[in-house]
């Protein structure tokens, strides 16, 4: 036995490492053990005391333009992305992706979760950009037990619609632990694992929601299961890792795609999803290679979900060819030594109306940018000495003039893309701080919801038909309205045609 072990892990270390990327939905700062959140994650706790915590790793507010600056390593609005994706919409198809520089480097290349960078036609599947196996959903927000968004079945394996029982995130885990297992050892792989836990629709199975059973808030109490079966999901995963005798030989890295919205905790952190304030920016994160990320450190390197492709590329000696140069740099010198050194560029993070920049000591938020915005409030400069005032409570812009000029100046290119972006029909104004429900909302958390459309989402408890707050198939709870979609279409005979089936093929 132990023989046979040792020859599994000799062969691992002669094998190039391995790429497993973990990616929660609306998860706030203050979701995780390591955070003091109230919910049970064991397994994300131990994963940020064997790896190094990412403590100022920024995202963008919204999940499409966070997954497009991932896989792009590019400012998401370069490729017209400034708010979820809409379904007459795709990621640009002009760069290759970075699970693409993997797969051409000799990587098996695997996803599972969500999509949503676009249906519009069969070549913007992923498994037709870049991934060898593919599963799950194409859009936002599915039923976690019918894999619908209505009646219309939003689930496939290999861009072909696939009829499973189970809970999602249950699903999404044991997916990449089977294909971590029964991979072709010799051929090392990468694996993105996009998680919709825990966005809406709030459900979880109910035996989860029980253990929250102290918790009053109906929709906190469903959240905070949710999030532990996320662990469950992710700690099956890194079973999978150990199990192969691969840890050694193998970069994780967690981190939640945007902050929460109203039944999550961003902390104290400013805002929320939809915001480029701290809570819907910063997000919790850890990096994990054992003998080559410094173990049960705290870095406090400021980096960007954009960052994330030139590192890789450093890393890993990928090769790929960029029309457009990254946005993002490479922090794998970072990463290494646990040291803190002043970044090469600025930060920039934006969404359809607003933007901030991240520039050493300073951070500077310019809200209501779009012209193209009808009754939109008028525009604010804030700066904010962000080590000092990581809430975002003292607007200093009168003080340090020079300061905002400069950021806005050597940024004007990228803010003009935001000034010029396709109009809104609603927008929200700016609130106040903390979000649009008063200094915390609802529960006790911050700010207020917005949903993945960027409206306000569902609040209060119950679902659709008073459907149970945990669910089994066909069960709701809170939010659970946020999967319901138009009537699904339909052939000739009165079938459903499902999500996958109705592309356009031609």
């Known amino acids: 036995m132990f023989t ?151 689930w496939a394996r290999d861009g072909k619609t696939v009829f499973e029982n189970g809970y999602i995130t249950d699903l999404f885990g044991n997916e990449i632990s089977r294909l971590i297992r029964e991979r072709d050892p010799a051929k090392p792989f990468f694996a993105y694992v996009a998680f919709t836990a825990p966005h809406t629709p709030i459900q979880a199975p109910q035996e989860y929601v029980d ?3 102290h918790i009053e808030d109906e929709n906190r109490r469903v959240y905070c299961a949710m999030v532990e079966v996320l662990d469950v999901a992710i700690g099956n995963i890194l079973r999978a890792i150990d199990d192969e005798g691969i840890r050694d030989n193998t970069l994780v890295l967690f981190f939640s795609d945007n902050g929460a919205s109203t039944v999550g905790d961003n902390a104290d952190f400013r805002g ?40 890789f590329v450093e890393a890993f000696g990928l090769r790929p060819e960029m029309n457009t140069p990254f946005d993002g740099e490479s922090v794998w010198d970072a990463l290494q030594s646990g040291k803190t050194r002043p970044r090469k560029t600025d930060i920039f993070i934006g969404n359809s109306n607003d933007y901030s920049v991240h520039r050493g000591e300073y951070k500077l938020v310019h809200s ?77 958390r911050p700010g207020a919801e917005v949903s993945e459309a960027g409206g306000r989402g569902p609040r209060g408890p119950g679902g659709p038909a008073g459907r149970p707050a945990g669910g089994r198939p066909g069960g709701g709870g809170p939010g659970a309205s946020a999967a319901a979609g138009p009537p699904a279409p339909r052939d000739a005979d009165g079938n459903i045609i499902h999500l996958h089936e109705t592309l356009l093929r031609e």
């Open 272 to 311: 929320q999803k939809g915001r480029v304030y701290e809570g819907g920016t910063r997000m919790p994160a850890v990096a994990r290679w054992p003998g080559v990320i410094p173990s049960g450190t705290v870095s406090d390197q400021p980096m960007v979900v954009y960052d994330l492709y030139p590192t």
């Open 4 to 154: 046979c072990l040792a020859s599994v892990v000799a062969f691992a270390a002669q094998t190039p490492p391995n790429v497993v990327l973990l990616v929660s939905d609306d998860q706030g700062w203050g979701d995780v053990g390591f955070h003091g959140g109230e919910m049970n994650t064991p397994h994300l706790d131990q994963l940020a005391k064997d790896g190094m915590e990412l403590n100022r790793f920024y995202t963008y507010p919204i999940c499409s333009p966070t997954r497009a600056s991932l896989l792009t390593g590019h400012i998401s609005m370069r490729h017209g992305i400034f708010s979820p994706i809409s379904a007459n919409h795709t990621l640009t198809h002009d760069e290759p992706l970075m699970n693409q520089a993997f797969k051409d480097a000799g990587y098996m290349t695997m996803t599972a979760g969500k999509w949503h960078l676009g249906m519009t036609h069969v070549r913007d599947l992923p498994i037709n950009r870049g991934f060898d196996h593919t599963y799950g959903s194409l859009r936002a927000g599915p039923d976690y037990w019918t894999h619908s968004r209505g009646e219309q079945k939003d």
């Open 211 to 213: 253990k929250y059973a």
């Open 368 to 444: 209501s940018v779009n012209e193209n915005t009808p009754n939109a409030p008028p525009e604010l400069i804030e700066l904010f000495k962000i080590y000092e005032d990581p809430n975002e409570t003292t607007n200093v812009a009168d003080q340090y003039p020079d300061v905002v000029k400069a950021m806005i100046d050597d940024n004007a290119e990228v803010a003009a893309l935001i000034r010029n972006a396709p109009a809104r029909e609603s927008r929200r104004g700016r609130g106040p701080r903390g979000g649009g429900a008063g200094p915390r909302g609802p529960g006790g």
